[in-house]
């Protein structure tokens, strides 16, 4: 079965140039399209894709909003991969915080484009740790989220799973855990799956997003 994917952007050339990227790939199909965030909803219910590519900023409804709307309304909600033109943005670190699998560049090359709807239809999440990291320490709380804190307080977790949790927020894939840890990637799996239950997190990046907000790692 192909990845099927929505695009959301307000900008007709944008969604022209996903779809000719994407529809090139014999995995990948475009189901269908909206201008607004508005529209969203209504869309994904009709349609059932596996990834929504969304804008971060558009007119009516933005990419922040709509992720909200989301994972609130919509049972088994699809995946979801920010689109935007700014990687420094407060926006894009909004749309992370609301439930965003992860984000794109617009000006990305047609490769990794294909590569991150495949990531992200995978039930991985798409984190580039130098832009997350700064992204942290601009519009983040430096720490002083105490929501976050007590969320982390509370998670108690152990040694091993911490050290995986600190290994996620460089980035690392189970893979690359593994490797370093000397562990087996189940293993790994094993301990990643833990720490989101713990921390009640839908996926890598809201665990990372948790780890950088409560201050157990340091977006610096």
């Given at each position: 079965m192909p990845v099927t994917v929505l695009l959301v952007d307000d900008e007709p050339l944008v969604r022209a140039?996903?779809?000719?990227?994407?529809?090139?790939?014999?995995?990948?199909?475009?189901?269908?399209?909206?201008?607004?965030?508005?529209?969203v909803i209504p869309l994904v219910r009709q349609l059932r894709p596996d990834v929504v590519a969304m804008d971060v900023r558009m007119p009516l409804l933005d990419g922040i909003e709509a992720t909200r709307a989301l994972l609130r309304t919509v049972d088994e909600p699809p995946r979801i991969l920010v689109v935007t033109?700014?990687?420094n943005d407060e926006y894009v670190y909004e749309a992370l915080?609301?439930?965003?699998?992860?984000?794109?560049?617009?000006?990305?090359?047609p490769a990794e484009i294909v590569h991150a709807v495949r990531l992200i239809a995978e039930g991985e999440s798409?984190?580039?740790?130098?832009?997350?990291?700064?992204?942290?320490?601009?519009?983040?709380?430096?720490?002083?989220?105490?929501?976050?804190?007590?969320?982390?307080?509370?998670?108690?977790?152990?040694?091993?799973?911490?050290?995986?949790?600190?290994?996620?927020?460089?980035?690392?894939?189970?893979?690359?855990?593994?490797?370093?840890?000397?562990?087996?990637?189940?293993?790994?799996?094993?301990?990643?799956?833990?720490?989101?239950a713990k921390l009640g997190a839908r996926d890598r990046t809201q665990a990372v997003i948790a780890a950088y907000e409560s201050g157990f790692v340091a977006p610096g």
């Open positions: 140039g996903l779809r000719a990227v994407l529809e090139a790939q014999p995995d990948i199909e475009v189901v269908g399209e909206a201008a607004d965030g508005a529209t033109t700014f990687e915080r609301a439930g965003a699998d992860g984000f794109l560049l617009k000006r990305a090359r798409l984190l580039f740790p130098a832009s997350v990291r700064q992204l942290a320490a601009e519009y983040g709380d430096d720490g002083g989220n105490r929501a976050a804190r007590a969320l982390m307080e509370r998670a108690q977790l152990t040694e091993r799973e911490a050290e995986v949790l600190r290994l996620m927020a460089r980035g690392l894939s189970n893979a690359e855990i593994a490797a370093l840890l000397v562990v087996g990637t189940e293993t790994v799996k094993s301990h990643v799956s833990a720490v989101l």
